[in-house]
């Protein structure tokens, strides 16, 4: 019987996910006018018109390459931008395989193709998910290819739509968190537990980001794109609110990873000793949740140091004080993320604990 509700778990987490495929895109400015991508494979590259100026490269790459879906042998032309810009630039070989846009000649050489190398990392990834945890890594894959699309078909495009990004933010993880609690916990105290858990540190991380982010004049210019996003026309966003609502996309991840320790924890110690009561319960999960919750914080700070690795080391090239860089836009960004994060980390804990012994028999 247990098998046969985790299957229908899964193929009802399936038809969800198809139903969120069929909802339309996120809004558009223009219609591509390239006539869409291909891939391509390059048979001849000529770098005469690129010139080299330190590290910097910038020029025309000319190219020959192959396309399969002409079913032609001859090659064409195509050309590769380099504006020196690093974090854009590439650079093709002979023999690479290039993603080209469809049109007469020269066609544009966007990027290197990438899809295969991605589905042979995806496979490995779940393959040893499954092997190791059995039908719960098959259905914790499903949930994360599940967050995947909720992210791509529902939040994406209701921001670009207009909605208040914090609410969005916060229904979708809402979303996510009760359908992966119950995918991973069934139908159970131990799944409404951590479910509610988790909602609790959320949501009060969702007002710790919206009152610090304002006061510390933390406005969301620092994220990614933030400005080629509102001169591609898209003026009406709001930029700190989006800010605020990354902050608990960025943080949810963790904060229901700890709710499920904790209401796991405090089902087990129920299990082997149903007599003891709620309050006996509840310190029993708050003892894992202050042996978990140092962990975590830490996994925060690191994750985030992580993407602002090089920021850091130029900080620390040009001898900037800590009182200098900590007072910076970008690292105060960062630090109001890590330190809200952490926050709702710390609120879960005895959220879970409390919900886990009072849903007791």
Known sequence: MVRVK???HIIALVVLGGAMLCLPNAPRLTESVSGGSEVATVVEVDNSDVQTQGLIEFGTQKLK?????????????????LRGQLEF???????????????PEPIIAKDHYR????FV????????????????????????????????KVLIPACLNG???????FGVVAFLTFVIMILV???????????LGSLLGIGASLVLAEVFSRAMHVNGATMPFVQTLMYSGFYGLSIPNIFVGSVILASSGAVMDLAMDIASAIEEVRFHNPTLSRFELMKSGLRVGRAVVGTMTTTLLLAYSGGYLTLLMVFAAEGTSPLEFLNSTLVSAELVKTLVGSFGLVLVAPSTALVSAFLKK
């Not at 390459?65 to 931008?81: C, L, R």
């Not at 909605?163 to 933010?169: A, E, M, W, Y």
């Open 6 to 8: 985790e299957f229908l």
């Open 89 to 103: 630039d590439k650079k093709f070989e002979v023999g690479d395989k290039a993603l080209v846009t469809k049109g």
């Open 121 to 152: 990392l995806f496979a490995l990834f779940a393959f040893f998910l499954i092997a190791f945890a059995g039908a719960t890594g098959l259905k914790a894959l499903f949930s994360f290819v599940f967050s995947l699309v909720a992210i791509w």
């Open 115 to 118: 899809i295969t190398q991605l």
């Open 65 to 81: 390459v192959t396309v399969p879906s002409t079913h032609s042998p001859a090659p064409i032309s195509a050309v590769n931008q």
């Open 185 to 195: 916990g069934g139908f159970t105290r131990k799944a409404l537990s951590a479910s």
């Open 163 to 169: 909605l208040d990004p914090r609410l969005v933010s």
